[in-house]
C-alpha cells in the first residue's frame, strides 16, 4: 500500500469525526497492510498497527516497546510549540502513560491500590446516588435531549472528582479543560487558547489542591499523589500536576464516551437492548462490549528499542508504532462477528484498556460505574430512540461521540 492519502486520513481529526470512514480506514489496513509505514504531512512517521494480535504482541514486550519518547500523535508544529512553552521539555504532561520498566511501577503503586476493585466496591452506595440523579436529569429534562452533552459527560466526571476529593462546584471548568484537551483540532471542543492553555490551567488549578492535601490530607486520591515520595523524595511538581491531570481527564472522558457509544449502540441495535432487558445479568459482559466497540481511545505509541522484525518488514531502534486500538477490536481474526455488537459477547479479549503493563489503571472503575448506571436506565427506561443525527469528535487521540439527541420513554410514562 502506497497511498498519501491513507497516511493524511489516519493523521487527521475529520477522519474519526465520521465513524463509517474510520472503520473503513480500519478494515483496509488490516485486509492489506496490517503493519503500515506512515508519512503524513506535518507529522513525523510512523508505523500503523492495525491488527489484534500485533497490538498484544508489542503491548506485551514492554523492555523491547517502550512508551518514551512519543506518546501520541501531534504535529511537528504542535511539538515545537510545547518545548518552548515547556522550557524544552517535549510533552506538556508526563503521567504513567511515558514511564517505562521500574519507574512506571513506582508511579503506578501511588494509588493503585485504590483502583482494585475490592476498594471500589466500598463506592457502590455513592456513585448508585450518582447514577439515580443523573436518571433523575434525564427524566427532568423531558422526553427529549442530548444524551452525551446533558448525562453522559456530567456522571462520570463527577464520579471521578468524588475520589479525587474535588467540589462539585468545579465541575463545569473541569469539564471545559478537559475538552481542550482531547478536543483535537475539532473546532466545537476547543476553548480560548486550546490544550495548551487548558493544560496550564489545570495544573494551576491541581497546585492548589495540592497544597492543601500536603496540609490537611484526607481519605481520597488527590491526597494520595499529594503526599507521595518515589525512593524516600516527595515527586516532582511536574509529575505529581501530571498524575492529577491524567486521572481528572482520562478518567472520566473516556467513560463519558463509551456510556453514550454505548447507548447508541444499543439503540441501533434494539433487540440487544430487549436482551438486555429482560436478563440484567448481561450487564457485567455489555460494559466490556461497549468499550470495545466505542475504543474511546483511539491510539498510544510505542518506540522500537532495538530493531527487529515484524510481519517480515525490518523495524528500526527509534521507529515509533501507533497502536490502533479501534481496528484491533474490529479484528475479525479475533472476534467473532467482529462488526456486530453484542451485549452477551463472551470471551472478549478488547484492547480497549490497552494491555500489558500498562493497562489502564482505571479499568475496574470504569466498567463498575457503567454497569451503575445501566442498572439504573435499566429499571427505569422502557426504550430510547434517536432524536437526530449523533456526532462524533474529530480526534484522533480520545473522544467518540460528542453529540446523541435522544427521545426517552420511561416505564409507566403512558399512565
Known amino acids: 500500500m502506497n497511498d498519501k492519502s491513507i497516511d493524511n486520513a489516519l493523521a487527521s481529526g475529520k477522519t474519526y469525526g465520521d465513524y ?13 497492510d496490517p503493519l503500515h509505514w506512515t508519512e503524513p504531512d506535518g507529522f513525523r512517521p510512523f508505523w500503523a498497527v492495525s491488527k489484534h494480535a500485533d497490538v498484544m504482541d508489542i503491548s506485551r514486550q514492554s523492555k523491547q516497546f517502550i512508551n518514551a519518547p512519543r506518546e501520541r500523535l501531534l504535529s511537528i508544529e504542535f511539538e515545537t510549540k510545547v518545548k518552548e512553552v515547556m522550557a524544552g521539555k517535549p510533552f506538556m504532561t508526563k503521567s504513567m502513560h511515558l514511564f517505562d520498566g521500574a519507574d512506571h511501577k513506582a508511579y503506578r503503586d501511588i494509588t493503585s491500590q485504590w483502583f482494585l476493585p475490592k476498594h471500589i466496591q466500598s463506592l457502590e452506595a455513592k456513585v448508585a446516588t450518582l447514577a439515580k440523579a443523573a436518571v433523575d436529569d434525564l427524566q427532568a429534562r423531558g422526553p427529549a435531549c442530548d444524551f452525551y452533552k446533558d448525562i453522559a459527560v456530567w456522571y462520570p466526571l463527577r464520579v471521578i472528582m468524588l475520589i479525587l476529593g474535588l467540589p462539585e462546584s468545579d465541575a463545569t471548568q473541569l469539564q471545559r479543560f478537559t475538552s481542550s484537551i482531547f478536543g483535537g483540532g475539532d473546532p466545537e471542543m476547543l476553548t480560548a487558547g486550546g490544550a495548551i492553555e487548558a493544560t496550564q490551567n489545570f495544573r494551576r488549578y491541581f497546585d492548589v489542591v495540592h497544597a492543601d492535601r500536603r496540609a490537611h490530607p484526607k481519605d481520597d486520591v488527590a491526597s494520595l499523589i499529594a503526599n507521595a515520595t518515589i525512593d524516600g523524595r516527595p515527586i516532582e511538581h511536574y509529575e ?103 451485549v452477551d459477547r463472551k470471551p472478549n479479549r478488547h484492547v480497549g484498556f ?60 403512558a399512565a
Not at 462477528?337 to 453484542?342: E, G, L, M
Not at 426504550?383 to 469528535?393: K, Q, S, T, Y
Request: charged residues 25%; proline residues 3%.
Open 240 to 342: 505529581s500536576s501530571s498524575y492529577y491531570i491524567a486521572l481528572a481527564t482520562a478518567g472520566h472522558d473516556t467513560t463519558s464516551a463509551s456510556i453514550a457509544g454505548g447507548l447508541l449502540a444499543l439503540i441501533q441495535n434494539p433487540d440487544e437492548w430487549r436482551k438486555l432487558q429482560k436478563d440484567p445479568g448481561l450487564l457485567d459482559l455489555v460494559a466490556d462490549e461497549m468499550i470495545r466497540w466505542v475504543s474511546p481511545i483511539k491510539h498510544f505509541f510505542r518506540t522500537a528499542a532495538e530493531d527487529c522484525e515484524i510481519r517480515g518488514k525490518k523495524i528500526k531502534a527509534g521507529d515509533n508504532f501507533m497502536l490502533l486500538f479501534p481496528s484491533a477490536n474490529r479484528d475479525e481474526e479475533a472476534f467473532e462477528q467482529a462488526d456486530s455488537f453484542r
Open 20 to 32: 463509517v470512514t474510520a472503520h473503513a480506514l480500519y478494515a483496509r489496513l488490516r485486509s492489506e
Open 354 to 413: 490497552g494491555f500489558g503493563m500498562h493497562m489502564c489503571l482505571g479499568q475496574a472503575l470504569a466498567k463498575f460505574e457503567m454497569r451503575i448506571l445501566f442498572r439504573e436506565l435499566l429499571a427505569r427506561v422502557d426504550h430510547f430512540e434517536l432524536n437526530g443525527e449523533p456526532r462524533w469528535v474529530e480526534t484522533a487521540f480520545i473522544g467518540g461521540v460528542k453529540q446523541l439527541p435522544v427521545r426517552v420513554t420511561f416505564k409507566g410514562a
